[in-house]
């Protein structure tokens, strides 16, 4: 942890040394169990390219409108070789610069809106081929979920992927479900096929609970995409019922005042209704 911790904050003059050998864990489909297997790592190369990250935090307010407030913001310094291999947004950003074809200095790149707790994830991720999230104040799940974003900024699919199986791992062993800010998290940082909004939706379907509180705070505070996708799934996956439609077996039951159980119809307490009139008893 020390070595990536001096890496993040290194000057241009000290690259750092090669990498270990790289493995990939692939985790999966349930999370259960991980199959190792050998990959080829690109090697590094190239100068190393300033990107700094954060300065402004993007929120969507209740009505829908986004605004941006001043945020902390963080320096990376990484090798060019790396950027281009897997990222196709910084490969298209440095494919044409002279400075990135032999060591020099390469120009700064800002990511004011992402997270530099997110960022410092991938580049442990292009280095080591690990991934270690910084937790700090936000519990894991909000953590990855902000790294998956980051990773769709920079289109990065394979970390995308690791992200996901990180997730999906984290939500078994733990036994839990995204709650509303992890939700707003995916919902406000990612594209409207985004896999990871399926992924929310789909999880909260199959595995969702709650007491009406917890049920209320979800549907109020998340986003409201989130809502639309929920319903439409829940509609469609759950079994259409079975019998008479309560409508055509008692349609007194949505009569005012009906609150029996039994198919009868009760009036409220010392409250009368004549002839659709309300009165007091």
């Known amino acids: 942890m020390a070595r990536l911790l001096s890496l993040l904050r290194m000057s241009p003059s000290s690259p750092p040394s090669a990498p270990p050998p790289a493995k990939r864990l692939r985790m999966s489909a349930l999370g259960e169990s991980a199959v190792e297997s050998t990959v080829k790592w690109p090697a590094i190369s190239g100068p190393l390219v300033v990107i700094q990250v954060g300065g402004l935090l993007r929120q969507v307010n209740d009505d829908g409108n986004v605004t941006f407030i001043a945020a902390p913001n963080e320096t990376f310094h990484v090798h060019s070789s790396l950027l281009r291999a897997h990222s ?11 400075a990135t074809a032999e060591y020099g200095h390469a120009p700064t790149i800002y990511l004011p809106d992402q997270d530099p707790a997110a960022f410092k994830t ?19 799940g909000r953590r990855l979920m902000q790294a998956y974003v980051l990773g769709e900024c920079v289109g990065d699919s394979v970390f995308q992927d690791r992200i996901i199986d990180a997730m999906i791992a984290y939500c078994i062993e733990q036994k839990v479900v995204p709650n509303y800010p992890i939700i707003n998290v995916v919902y406000n940082g990612t594209a409207e096929d985004s896999p990871a909004r399926r992924l929310m939706v ?55 005042g009906y609150y029996g159980i039994k198919g009868e119809v009760k009036k409220q307490d010392a409250v009368m209704y004549v002839a659709g009139t309300r009165k007091q008893g």
């Open 88 to 98: 196709k947004y910084f490969r298209a950003l440095l494919q044409d610069d002279p």
């Open 122 to 140: 991938y580049v442990q991720y292009l280095y080591y081929n690990e991934l270690n999230p910084t937790f700090g104040k936000y519990g894991k």
């Open 202 to 256: 789909d999880l909260m379907v199959w595995a969702g609970s709650g007491t009406k509180a917890e049920v209320h705070k979800t549907t109020s505070k998340a986003h409201k995409d989130f809502i639309d996708d929920l319903l439409e799934a829940l509609l469609t996956a759950r079994p259409r019922p079975a019998g008479v439609r309560p409508w055509v077996e008692r349609p007194e039951s949505y009569h005012v």
